[in-house]
C-alpha cells in the first residue's frame, strides 16, 4: 500500500522539477522553502545596501571634503548657474541611481557577460566624483571642462551598455546625463570668470 504514495518521475519531466519524497511530510518542505527564500532575499537586500551605499557614501565623502568653497560663492551666478546645494543633490542622485543600476545589471550577472559594462560604470563615478577635487579643491578649471567631457563620454558608455544589459538599469542613467550637465555649466562659469 505504501508504494502507491511514491512518485515515479519518468523521462520526460524536466531535471529541476521537484521529486516528492514519500518520508518528509509536506509542511517540512515547505518549512525550507521558506527558510531558504528568506536567506536569498536578505542576501539581496545586503548585496542592494552595498550597491547603494558605497558610491553614496564616497560622494557625501567628497562633497564634505571639497564641496564647500569660497571660489564658487564669489562668482557671479547667472540663471542657469545652479545653487551650490543642486550642485551636491545631483551628484548624490546621479551617485545612488549609478549604484542601483549597477546591482541590477549585477543581479542579472551582466558583468560577466559584458565586463565592459563595469569598466563604464567605475570611469563615470571616479569622473564625476573627482571633479570636486580638481576644480574646487585645487582651481584647475581647464581639467575640469576636460573631466565633464570624459564624464559625459562615459555616462554616454555605461547608458548603451547597461541598457543592453538591462533596460531599467540603462535608463536610471538618464538622469545621470542630466545631473552631468550641472558641473559642466559651473565650471563653464568659472572659466569665464577667470
Not at 129 to 136: K, S
Request: hydrophobic share 50%; net charge positive; glycine share 8%.
Amino acid at each position: 500500500m505504501a508504494s502507491q504514495d511514491l512518485k515515479h518521475r519518468t523521462t520526460d519531466q524536466r531535471e529541476d522539477s521537484p521529486v516528492i519524497d514519500a518520508t518528509v511530510p509536506p509542511s517540512d518542505v515547505s518549512s525550507r522553502k521558506g527558510k531558504k527564500s528568506k536567506g536569498v532575499a536578505r542576501r539581496g537586500f545586503r548585496s542592494l545596501a552595498i550597491a547603494l551605499a558605497f558610491p553614496l557614501s564616497l560622494a557625501v565623502l567628497v562633497i564634505y571634503l571639497f564641496g564647500s568653497t569660497n571660489r564658487f560663492r564669489n562668482i557671479e551666478k547667472p540663471f542657469y548657474i545652479p545653487p551650490l546645494w543642486a550642485l551636491h543633490l545631483a551628484c548624490m542622485t546621479s551617485a545612488f541611481l549609478s549604484g542601483l543600476s549597477a546591482w541590477l545589471v549585477w543581479a542579472d550577472g551582466g558583468f560577466h557577460r559584458r565586463p565592459v559594462a563595469l569598466t563604464f560604470y567605475f570611469a563615470q563615478l571616479g569622473l564625476s566624483l573627482g571633479w570636486y577635487p580638481i576644480v574646487f579643491g585645487a582651481g584647475l578649471v581647464r581639467v575640469g571642462v576636460a573631466l565633464c567631457v570624459a564624464l559625459f563620454g562615459a555616462l554616454v558608455g555605461s547608458w548603451r551598455t547597461f541598457k543592453s544589459l538591462n533596460p531599467i538599469a540603462g535608463d536610471l542613467f538618464l538622469p545621470c546625463l542630466v545631473a552631468a550637465l550641472l558641473p559642466a555649466a559651473v565650471n563653464y562659469r568659472l572659466l569665464n570668470n577667470q
